[in-house]
């Protein structure tokens, strides 16, 4: 094989598995529409949780207090330390912010 065929060769295959591995890792498929909303539970979906333009539960301005109140109680002791610490990190990194006048 001529070395500019290989090359091409390499090369093609190389950005095929980039792009398919791309989108696997966003939770997507590279056929269709392009988008890919996972099907949402019926408790507790709106606007905001589902839909392409979805926010993240928890990371717009949301109080430490919230962010405690919506760790599950039949969670293990590990799993809440996790999601307190979590929650205060979360705290801790938006007071700055919430401190900028004209919020």
């Known amino acids: 094989m001529k070395p500019f065929a290989q090359l091409f060769l390499w090369t093609t295959i ?3 598995t980039l792009t398919m591995g791309c989108a696997e890792m966003q939770g997507g498929s590279t056929a269709g529409s392009g988008s890919a909303t996972p099907a949402a539970s019926s408790a ?4 905001v949780n589902t839909g392409p333009g ?5 990371t ?3 109080s430490l207090s919230a962010c405690l109140a919506r ?3 039949d969670s293990s002791a ?6 307190e610490q979590t929650c205060r990190r979360n705290a801790d990194n938006q007071a700055p912010i919430m401190a900028v006048p004209g919020q």
Request: proline content about 4%.
């Open 60 to 62: 717009q301005g949301d």
């Open 14 to 16: 190389g950005l095929a």
């Open 71 to 73: 760790i599950p109680s």
């Open 54 to 58: 979805r926010v993240s539960q928890g």
């Open 78 to 83: 590990g799993q809440r330390m996790v999601a």
């Open 44 to 47: 507790g979906t709106s606007a």
